[in-house]
């Protein structure tokens, strides 16, 4: 137990934290709920773009909190490399560091056992990295993490978790990374010197295994703490067996906690998720897409360096209310297609005008995902975003069909 809690009958509160179940969908497992967190309310379901080295690539501060964002992520190992932790403690946080004041989540490092595969070993003490930068080395305990992540000052701090792909055919492996997660819960917690300011949240683990998920759920919900993440999942696995494994762990998990699927960004993916029962999602790929000159909308993602947008004068998206595509009459910069082409994979001006568009739409798919849970049509609302996505239903994802299926959406009625 991290501290004492009070619950009404749809309100959990911790020291950190306090949770509002709002509404529930009638047909699927979405739900709507207020997050209010050390540095302001959060509406879920919600996107937290990625911020991975306190900046999200190719936005000032003042720009992201333009797109209405509420909560960024940002990545603990990168930042206890650079700056470090001495300028961390010294400056006063992350927040005081890339100017922003609302709330940040840090990832544990943990992720990085799969990302720096190459320059990591893994023990029960922790897992001891090569810094990609210079070859230094660096051992990642619980212990460390969080001191790392309390002087960071995240509003939501991640456990350090033990990560293995979901498609290693490694059965023994995968439990063993499954039990040291909850046994590095355990000294996470009792690491832990901001309870009174910071959340930690545990992390699930259990690869593809149902049953294995379900045991660690168990495990980690006897630990109480404010918020639940599942782990280890956009690792390749098959949308099919992603969609199952949050449908597990959703079922067990308590009604009146926010729920994390950690890595899922793709807007399908999201949509289905909030059916299953998720509440929050981080990604980079809204960001890094935007790089590569592609432009998220409600018709699919567009890539604007095909040539039919070299004399395209339409906006990026009709009707979109970010600041890119509202005209100038309304405050916006009124961008063409024909702009983001002419400067695409040339200019870095295309990158950070779509990365405003493209964090702005997944922010905003979530808002609108919210308000018809809110108005109990978020079934009717599934099927016009899958209706706007595929112009012919024999094309919508077998994997999104039986998911939905499952909790009784019926895309092909």
Known sequence: MQAVKKMASNVYTSPALTFELLARCSTTRARASNLILPHGPVQLPMFMPVATQASLKGLTP???????????????????????QEVLDTIGGAHKLQGWNRN???????FQMVSLLKLATITEEGVRFLSPHDGSPMLLTPEHSMSLQNSIGSDIMMQLDDVLVTTSPDHERMRLAMERSVRWLD????????????????????GLDLEMRRECCREMVARDTPGIAIGGLSGGEAKEEFCKVVEACTALLPDLRPRYVMGIGFPEDLVVSV?????MFDCVWPTRTARFGAAITRHGVYNMRNAKYARDFGTIEEGCGCKCCRPKSEGG????????????????????????????????????VRESILADRFPEYIKEFFGNLYADPKDYPSWAVEALQRVNVDLRA
């Open 62 to 84: 003042e720009q992201l909190e333009e797109t209405n964002c509420q909560l960024c992520l940002n990545n603990t190992y990168h930042l206890g490399l650079k700056p470090g």
């Open 104 to 110: 940040i989540l840090t990832d544990s490092g943990g």
């Open 187 to 206: 000294r996470c917690i009792a690491a832990h010197a901001n309870p009174d300011r910071q959340n930690l949240f545990c992390i699930i683990q259990g």
């Open 275 to 279: 059916a299953l029962g998720a509440d």
């Open 333 to 368: 910069l009124g961008v063409t297609r024909a702009f983001i082409h002419h400067n695409a994979s040339k200019e870095t001006v295309s990158a950070h005008l779509l990365t405003i568009h493209n964090v702005w739409y997944q922010l905003n798919l979530m808002r609108e």
